[in-house]
């Protein structure tokens, strides 16, 4: 979040019972985090608590107290964020996507992607050779300019073309801390991933 630290915020709470401290510093994580658009890093969390408190603990007994809501803390890219618990999301689709925060992607967008994030760094000539069909540069510049992915390193053969990777700002979309955290081939298939890679294999 890169905020700066608040010279008249009182980290320590030395007035406070320890309970009511305590308490006092998990709610402030709470509201950072739900303030914030993005994961929030551990340093950025520190900032709003007693020097030396353990921000993980905290974000522990904050995880157990937020139980039974329809949001949860998760670690995405290395940090911290608030987000709507799986189960919800239907209700959120139905709600005709409040914020504008869907990915406007076609279902071909969503299979080139998810080809690209568990076969990264790969170019369109290995796209290609999974689809059976020719991936556009459109297409490729539409998850670009979401910036769900970025360039690789170029292929060391002839003409040595681009190969492309998937960002962090793919994981926070996503919801995942890394890429060792992808889906399985099941999960993919309860997405419609799976079916749309297929369709699209079959239609080429």
Do not use: C
Request: aromatic fraction near 6%; avoid cysteine.
């Amino acid at each position: 979040m890169g905020a700066r630290e608040d010279p008249g915020l009182d980290r320590d709470l030395a007035d406070l019972p320890s309970d009511l401290r305590w308490r006092e510093w998990m709610r402030r994580i709470e509201a950072v985090l739900f303030a914030s658009a993005t994961p929030v890093a551990r340093d950025d969390l520190a900032k709003v608590v007693g020097q030396g408190v353990s921000v993980d603990l905290l974000i522990e007994d904050l995880r157990i107290d937020l139980e039974g809501r329809s949001f949860e803390i998760a670690r995405v890219a290395g940090s911290w964020m608030l987000r709507t618990r799986p189960a919800y999301a239907p209700a959120i689709r139905a709600a005709a996507d409040p914020g504008g925060q869907a990915l406007n992607l076609s279902e071909f967008d969503m299979a080139v992607l998810a080809a690209i994030a568990f076969h990264q760094p790969i170019s369109r000539d290995g796209l290609k050779e999974i689809f059976g069909t020719e991936v556009s540069r459109d297409l490729i510049g539409r998850l670009a300019g979401q910036n769900l992915i970025a360039t690789g390193p170029r292929e060391p053969r002839r003409g040595a073309p681009y190969t492309f990777v998937t960002t962090e700002t793919f994981l926070v979309a996503f919801g995942i801390e890394s890429l060792r955290d992808l889906p399985d081939m099941e999960q993919l298939t309860d997405a419609g991933l799976l079916h749309s890679m297929i369709a699209s294999e079959s239609q080429a």
